[in-house]
């Protein structure tokens, strides 16, 4: 009877396991000076994502440069998009000119949004495992 409930409980372990916390790692590079800081967020949702809230992970770090490393771990196993901008001036947002076009660096996962912004689908990315990505400021 001993060996039946170890089998149960070893099954129910190993069924749990694709929803077991997650790590991504982001290296953020082509950064071309240490002014201000980083400001990053982390979707799951495409409804999130357009509309730049409910996020899994928010953070505001210093910059350094060439590069950075940013480690969000305890991610339920799913997809997620990033989204991050070089706040220069600390005015807490991403300024832009009077056309609609970012004035301070920026990146978003798989380094889509070149002529648009890219949808949550372009800019996800799958974290089963440990995961990690480059978002290069542009």
């Known amino acids: 009877m001993r060996i039946g409930t170890h089998l149960v409980g070893a099954a129910a372990l190993v069924l749990t396991l694709p929803g077991m916390a997650q790590e991504l790692t982001v290296t953020v590079d082509n950064i071309k000076s240490a002014q201000g800081n980083l400001l990053v967020a982390v979707y799951d949702k495409a409804e999130s994502f357009d509309a ?8 505001k770090i210093p910059m350094v440069e060439p590069s950075m490393v940013l480690e969000f771990k305890d ?3 799913g997809d997620y998009a990033v989204k991050l901008f070089q706040d220069e001036n600390q005015n807490g947002q991403i300024d832009k000119s009077s056309m609609g076009i970012p004035t301070e660096p920026y990146g978003i996962s798989n380094n889509g ?14 974290v089963e495992t440990t995961t990690r990505i480059a978002i290069h400021l542009r």
């Open 75 to 77: 991610l339920p196993a």
């Open 52 to 59: 730049n809230t409910n996020w899994v992970v928010a953070r």
């Open 113 to 126: 949004g070149t002529f648009a912004p890219p949808s949550f689908d372009e800019a996800k990315v799958g």
